[in-house]
């Protein structure tokens, strides 16, 4: 039997990327919805130019299991939700006073700090809210809801967030818990969406790690000479340096990889996206 090899990455990131906008833009309240300069602002975020690469992970893992996409694409535009919220706190005065983001001006410069905070907010509401509204299956919705949840909350996103302000926790503890989690509840979730096992879900959430952590290592990496480098946080490169990230780079992706050997070809879009995590250049 011939088979044909997964379409090119890019391709198919494009196709993801025009898929959650539109079902985002139809989940989120419309512009002129009163108050309509919150809803500009969630907007403003949530639909500008992001790589999506959360809810790729997390499709692709449905896809590899042979799930139905639809189980899962409420689950994706909700971690981006999340993902969104957390870059509109991220960039506030308090935290990392950005005033770019995505190439615009950050949320506060466009709409004021005080808008700012409630759009992150609502953002964040919004995203449960269309995992219980729009997911088909309510026993799925709930797993669903509680792995974001954890993911999102103060022992994970936020908490690393917390410990990345405070400075002196080790680098992998705050990138575990900053940027790894969000990916850990995609493995996770995506294989929920395909009615895995609880072993196989388990198995996906190393998976999620496993690239969550290569993808803020790649971040440090990437921001070496850019505005982090100055301001004594703890990147990797900062910790052990320029080297010893890159090898760190291979060996988790490396990792990834292995865990995808149960899968076969079955896994080429993943395998795919461990090459795209290990080569980005932004
Ligand atoms: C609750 C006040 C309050 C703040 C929370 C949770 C939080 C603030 C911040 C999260 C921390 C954060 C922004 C981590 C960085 C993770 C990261 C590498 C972001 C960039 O992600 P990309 O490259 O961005 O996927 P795009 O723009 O492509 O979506």
Same mark, same amino acid.
């Given at each position: 039997m011939i088979r044909t090899a997964a379409p090119p990455l890019e391709k198919w990131l494009g196709r993801i990327g025009r898929i959650i906008d539109r079902k985002l833009d139809s989940y989120l309240p419309p512009e &002129?919805? $009163?108050p309509r300069s919150l809803h500009v602002a969630m907007r403003y975020t949530a639909l500008?130019? +992001?790589?999506r690469v959360r809810p790729a992970l997390l499709l692709a893992v449905n896809e590899t299991l042979k799930g139905d996409p639809e189980n899962a694409i409420p689950a994706a535009c909700a971690v981006e939700l999340i993902h969104s919220y957390s870059l509109i706190h991220d960039d506030l005065p308090a935290m990392d &006073?950005? /005033? $770019?983001r995505r190439g615009k001006p950050s949320n506060h410069r466009a709409f004021g700090e005080s808008t700012a905070i409630l759009a992150g907010d609502a953002l964040q509401a919004a995203a449960f809210e269309i995992i219980a509204r729009h997911t088909p299956d309510p026993v799925l919705a709930n797993r669903l809801v509680l792995e974001l949840a954890s993911a999102a909350g103060s022992r994970h996103l936020v908490g690393g967030q917390q410990l990345d302000l405070e400075k002196d926790a080790d680098v992998d503890e705050i990138h575990l818990r900053k940027t790894a989690a969000l990916f850990v509840a995609c493995g996770r979730m995506g294989a929920w969406s395909a009615a895995a096992e609880e072993a196989i879900v388990d198995q996906f959430g190393r998976f999620g790690r496993f690239l969550g952590l290569t993808f803020q290592v790649m971040d440090d990496i990437l921001d070496v000479t850019g505005k /982090?480098? +100055?301001?004594?946080?703890?990147t990797y490169p900062a910790v052990y340096g320029l080297e010893a990230s890159r090898r760190r780079l291979t060996d988790l992706i490396e990792s990834a990889k292995e865990g995808l050997s149960p899968f076969g070809r079955r896994a080429e879009r993943l395998k795919q996206l461990c090459d795209y995590f290990l080569s980005r250049k932004y």
């Open positions: &002129n919805e $009163l500008s130019k +992001g790589k &006073n950005d /005033d $770019l /982090d480098a +100055g301001q004594k946080k703890p």
